[in-house]
């Protein structure tokens, strides 16, 4: 980084320090960083893992690093990963295909595709053919969200991989360590938890995209570094004097797989809008609140899952108004409208849009909706738009 004192600049303050270590980690595409703690860790393994949710705990307590994959962000340029998709779905596979192809993924062990859509389950299939000498698996997560049927489900499920990954790594399976990994990620939650609250109240104070970046950083980094640096940003943004302003107050929903660029994050703030609860890089946040250190870890795990998984596009919801936790959630973070951001054919997320207007309409909540890819590179529009919606309820909201 370069010392702006030398230039007769005023010195990076400590919140910039941290960011700009957050962002450093956002553009690594080359996965240099995992590259540095495998030649630390004496050549220890890494398991790339796509969103939303990946049980951690079980690939740090086989004594590996968790990496979160979350596509190329608009950095690399697809060629390759086209010549494997069909033209109408979203970008992220093609990204994470490209990556791999082109070898910034050569260092990782293995990989794990969550049950997010139909895309992300053929992406798995494609994984084993192109990469027959990896670890490659498919979680499969529960259907049933009874903790007697998709709870003895998923548990199994999650037996079976952590026996795999500690064959992978050649640990034996102990109990003990994945109940000392839960706690180390009981911790990470808690932080996190305290700077979603920091930016509830005060969103002046930490902005979005920097928010967004410490939340991203988790994807690369150790476990242990990653609630540290989330530590060091919440203390260096309450010592920082940054301005209010009278923007609204929005929830930004639909973008729990596929990422918005970040210049799309900045665009919102610079419209006028507070982002002050979003479900971006989601998997962070998974699950909501602690899961039990004592008994047995991967039923806490499991039980985990079933009784506290935040509510998204992707995940079963057998009863009940599927709008009710986004109108709660507004409600909860005292946020004045939604903004509606979805990758564009992500069936998930576009298939259930209609439903969580509807349930914001009966709300008399005021919402704007667009779509995007990753690799989107004009936001004019979307600032107009963002900034038209953010006057208007200024002006005539109810909220």
Known sequence: ???????????????????????????????????????????????????????????????????????????????????????????????????????????????????????????????????????????????????????????????????????????????????????????NRRSIGRLMELRATEPWSVPAWEVYLALYAGNLLPVEEHTALVDAYIAAARAASRPRRDNARVVLSGAFCEQPPLELIRTLELAGCYVVADDMALGRRWPEGDIEVTGDPIAAIAEAFITRSPATAARYEPHGDRGAPLVQLVRKSHAEGVVLAAPSFCDPALLEQPILQDSLDKERLPWTAFKYSENLGQFQVIREQAGTFADSIKLWSEA
């Not at 990496?67 to 970008?91: H, K, N, P, T």
């Not at 260092?107 to 990896?134: A, H, Q, T, Y």
């Not at 064959?167 to 990994?181: H, I, N, Q, T, Y």
């Open 1 to 187: 980084m370069t010392n702006e004192a030398e230039s007769g600049g005023a010195a990076p303050s400590a919140v910039d320090e941290v960011v700009a270590r957050a962002e450093a980690l956002y553009h690594d595409v080359e996965l240099s960083s995992v590259q540095r703690w495998r030649d630390a860790h004496g050549g220890a393994k890494a398991v790339g893992y796509m969103p939303i949710y990946v049980p951690r705990e079980l690939i740090h307590a086989a004594g590996m690093l968790p990496v979160g994959l979350m596509g190329g962000r608009g950095q690399v340029e697809i060629i390759r990963g086209d010549a494997w998709f069909q033209s109408y779905i979203c970008q992220i596979p093609r990204s994470t295909i490209e990556l791999a192809l082109t070898g910034r993924y050569a260092l990782l062990d293995g990989f794990l595709f969550p049950s997010i859509c139909d895309v992300i389950r053929n992406l798995s299939g494609m994984w084993k053919v192109l990469f027959p000498e990896k670890y490659v698996r498919y979680l499969d997560v529960p259907q049933n969200y009874d903790p007697d049927v998709g709870g003895r489900f998923f548990g199994s499920e999650l037996r079976s991989l952590y026996a795999d990954l500690c064959a992978l790594s050649g640990e034996a399976p102990s109990d003990e360590r994945l109940r000392a990994s839960i706690a180390l990620y009981n911790d």
